[in-house]
């Protein structure tokens, strides 16, 4: 009999078969995501630290569940470990070729639609997944970052002008906290939505299934990836950016 992890991947690839928004939280792979068509959304998220992409106690996980749900017919969501950024950028640039030729079109870069969330490691990984884009001029409509961390070689605070909207969401608490000001690299090209503060010490949220290392070292950090206040908010305003009439309204988040 399989695993609880092996029969989540075929629920999910069923699922992918039969209906969309279609998402393939895969096993461990270095190479890419399939699909049966180019999605009209694709929606990456990485966890941070050394968690999986399957640990359904953490706030990427959970809100790609939720999207795969409630996202329009046909959307691509998947979660990556932070570490996997590569593999990331490998199933983007294959869910855009169209034409499966290997080599994308202006038209298929200009008819992307892709949104990035991570926290941690993993929100880091979003500023330097969203570079990588710009240098081969694939547009970005959203990134949002999540008490974001960057790692000794990574600048996490600039965002690149292929970015249409940004969003930073910190806490300023322990050992490791967020970075607090996210900056546009283009006032004219990127709008940032705003850094917003949380303050786990006033107002603590409970979090479960998480090791004694993170409630005790970082508390405040393990909060800000299991605060439903946060990832519903992030919810929303992907799932607001995927419908056009309500496009005015994910323009302008609520703090």
């Keep these: 009999m399989p695993g609880f992890a092996g029969s989540r991947i075929l629920v ?14 895969a096993a461990e792979r270095d190479g890419i995501a399939a699909v049966p068509d180019s999605p009209p959304y694709i929606l990456i998220g990485f966890v941070g630290g050394f968690v999986s992409h399957t640990n359904t106690n953490h ?3 959970k809100t790609a569940l939720r999207l795969q ?12 470990e932070n570490r996997h950024r590569k593999a990331a950028l490998t199933t983007i640039l294959h869910l855009l070729d169209a034409n ?3 080599v994308l079109s202006e038209q298929e870069k200009s008819s992307a639609h892709i949104m990035l969330f991570g926290q941690s490691w993993g929100a880091s990984a979003v500023v330097l997944l ?8 694939v547009p970005v409509m959203l990134t949002v970052q999540v008490d974001s961390v960057p790692k000794l070689w990574q600048n996490d605070k600039i965002i690149p002008v292929n970015v249409s909207a940004a969003i930073n969401f910190y806490q300023p608490h ?5 970075s607090p000001e996210i900056k546009a690299a283009d006032d004219a090209k990127t709008r940032i939505l705003g850094n917003y503060r949380f303050d786990y010490r006033q107002n603590p949220v409970s979090c479960e299934g998480y090791s004694w290392f993170y409630r005790h070292i970082t508390p405040s950090h393990m909060q800000s990836e299991c605060d439903p206040h946060i990832w519903t908010q992030i919810e929303d305003l992907m799932l607001e950016r995927m419908q ?8 302008n988040p609520a703090p």
């Design 12 to 25: 999910s690839a069923l699922l992918c078969f039969l209906a969309a928004p279609c998402s393939l939280f």
């Design 59 to 61: 706030g990427p996980v």
């Design 69 to 80: 749900q409630d996202s329009p017919k046909g959307a691509f969501v998947e979660v990556f």
């Design 100 to 102: 499966q030729d290997g």
């Design 130 to 137: 969203a570079r990588e884009l710009d240098r081969m001029g």
């Design 174 to 178: 322990g050992i490791i906290h967020g």
């Design 244 to 251: 056009p009439e309500a496009r005015s309204v994910a323009a």
